[in-house]
């Protein structure tokens, strides 16, 4: 028996810089995960994972992560996505350097 669909956002990382993006709805890329699609169809969100994995020009390694509705937009459900959400751990640069939220 499968598992029900649960809402999910499509990651990656940006090819030049190596942040983690998120894709939008408009289809493009962000550093704010709360600025992401959230997607809640799973044939949705297989057609915008082939989507992503053709712009190999420009991301790498997209994959759909489960996520949930929050206040300001999507919301990351495991730890990994909260964790990849912060940006680079050993010091500030990047999203922490920019973000007076971290």
């Not at 090819?15 to 983690?20: F, I, S, T, Y």
């Not at 799973?42 to 949930?68: K, P």
């Not at 996505?81 to 912060?86: G, H, K, P, Q």
């Amino acid at each position: 028996m499968s598992r029900p669909f649960t809402p999910k956002v499509l990651t990656a990382n940006d090819l030049l810089r190596g942040d983690v993006v998120w894709l939008t709805e408009a289809g493009d890329w962000t550093r704010d995960m709360a600025r992401a699609e959230l997607i809640e169809d799973e044939a949705h969100a297989q057609i915008r994972l082939i989507e992503a994995e053709a712009q190999n020009d420009r991301v790498v390694g997209a994959y759909l992560a489960e996520a949930r509705a929050g206040a300001r937009g999507p919301e990351p459900v495991h730890f990994r996505e909260a964790f990849r959400s912060r940006g680079p751990s050993n010091y500030f640069h990047g999203k922490q350097a920019e973000s007076d939220h971290v």
